[in-house]
C-alpha cells in the first residue's frame, strides 16, 4: 500500500503567523483637517492606550512637518495617497466646494485590501471610550 503525501503550503498571511485578524482604523487628511485629525489621534492613545494598531492615512497634500507630527502621536502610520482625478467624474454639488470634492476621498478605504478589517474614523471625532467592543466586531 502506498500513501500519497499533497504538499502542504503554507498560509504566510499575517493572520496565519499571529492567529489574528490584521485590524486598521482610516482617515482622510489634508493640511485643513490636520487639526482635527490631531485631536482623533490623541483622544485615541488617551481613551485606549494597549490599542496600537495601524492607522492609515488617506491623504492627497500633506507637507513633511505634517507628517511628521502625525507620526509623533501614533508609532504606525501607514500613509497612501489618494488619486483625487478618480473622483471628478462623481456626481456631486458645487464642483468647487472644497468639502464636497473631498467627502469622497474616503471611499478610497475600499481600495485596501491589507486588513480583515478597517475602522474609518472621521476627523471631526474624539474618542471617548474603550473600543475593545468594536475591535472584536467580525
Known sequence: MTTTVSPVVPD?????????????FASFVDENYL?????????????NPGVCEDF???????????????????PRIVLK?????HYD????????????RKAYFILDVFRI?????????DTDMVVLGDLGELLRLR
Not at 495617497?81 to 482625478?85: E, F, S, Y
Not at 456631486?92 to 464636497?100: E, F, I, M, P, R
Not at 485590501?113 to 474614523?121: G, K, N, P, V
Open 56 to 74: 492609515v492615512v488617506l491623504y492627497d497634500d500633506l507637507r513633511p512637518g505634517s507628517i511628521a507630527r502625525i507620526r509623533a502621536l501614533h
Open 113 to 121: 485590501r491589507e486588513y480583515d478589517t478597517i475602522i474609518t474614523l
Open 35 to 47: 487639526p482635527g485629525f490631531l485631536a482623533l489621534l490623541r483622544s485615541l492613545a488617551l481613551s
Open 12 to 24: 504566510t498571511s499575517a493572520q496565519a503567523l499571529t492567529g489574528k485578524r490584521r485590524i486598521a
Open 89 to 100: 467624474s462623481y456626481k456631486k454639488g458645487d464642483q468647487d466646494n472644497y468639502l464636497v
Open 81 to 85: 495617497r489618494v488619486d483625487a482625478d
